[in-house]
């Protein structure tokens, strides 16, 4: 069984990052990524921070702005568009989930497509679904990293995806299918699960509950990434999957934590330089 490293991934992707970063400076490009707080919520706060600390590390300017838990729908989109009219911002991160009263769907929408580092407008939605040019979903695409990048091809093999969010469960599968694998996603409502998992060579897990895949539902060599992040009875972090058994039968399986985790903040970064890139062209 091989160790899936995000860690290390993740890192290496950081440092092609900052190289790619350094030669638009040169070029008189310099890269900034805004990102919007709203509220008291501390795990975006740490999400937020772990963002700004990426930035730094790759080169990438980051601009923050912290807004107070009462701030109105109307007050964040007006900042939105300073933020959309801004030439020295190229990618704008609203972190999510926001307060009750603010409706996310609009503020999605409300960012310039070509800012939407996150990959959640319509727009860039519709892109990803036509292999059109533009942002690839972070989350997702730092799964295709992690399979890629540790030796495992994906052409012709049987992909499952356990979840649909249009998060993870839906882009990566297109994501897949662009690496031509044969892609079969299943739900809450699929029938003989185990039995799907089982024809999977490449299986990827996002349901958010513990213990989805176990040993049984895994085929012998098959690459297992486990999207989770959960705590168990014993309030130990830990993902969809029952990485103890699997690992006896998986080929190749991502850790939790340590695994997708740190890829999304990295492919975040690739993402702003994309959007530097396609502001400048």
Do not use: W
């Not at 972190?95 to 996310?104: A, N, S, V, Y």
């Not at 695409?141 to 356990?162: F, H, M, P, Q, T």
């Not at 060579?201 to 690459?223: E, F, Q, R, S």
Request: overall charge negative.
């Amino acid at each position: 069984m091989k160790l899936i490293d995000g860690k290390l991934i993740s890192s290496q992707i950081k440092q092609e990052v900052a190289l790619e970063s350094r030669d638009l400076e040169a070029q008189g490009i310099a890269p900034c990524l805004a990102v919007v707080l709203v509220g008291e919520n501390s795990a975006s706060k740490v999400y937020v921070n772990n963002k700004k600390k990426a930035c730094e590390e790759v080169g990438i300017r980051s601009v923050s702005h912290e807004l107070p838990e009462e701030t109105t729908q109307e007050e964040l989109l007006c900042l939105i568009d300073v933020l959309n009219k801004a030439e020295d911002i190229h990618g704008i991160l609203v972190q999510l989930p926001l307060p009750k009263h603010i409706d996310e769907e609009k503020v999605i929408l409300s960012i310039r497509h070509d800012k939407d580092v996150d990959c959640f407008h319509p727009m860039n939605v519709g892109l990803l679904q036509t292999g059109g040019r533009g942002f690839l979903p972070c989350t997702p695409a730092g799964i295709i990293e992690l399979i890629k990048r540790s030796a495992n091809d994906i052409a012709g093999k049987e992909c499952v995806i356990i979840g649909r969010s249009n998060i993870v469960g839906k882009p990566v599968a297109m994501l897949l299918l662009r690496e031509h694998g044969t892609v079969t996603i299943c739900h809450s409502k699929t029938k003989n699960l185990a039995e799907a998992c089982r024809r999977a060579d490449i299986l990827v897990c996002a349901t958010g509950k513990v213990n989805t895949v176990t040993a049984d539902m895994v085929k012998a060599g098959a690459v297992v990434i486990d999207v989770g992040m959960n705590r168990n009875a014993e309030g130990k972090l830990c993902g969809d999957v029952d990485f103890e058994g699997v690992r006896e039968i998986a080929g190749a399986i991502t850790p939790v934590p340590g695994g997708v985790g740190p890829m999304t903040i990295a492919m975040l970064m690739k993402n702003c330089l994309t959007a530097a890139r396609l502001q400048n062209e």
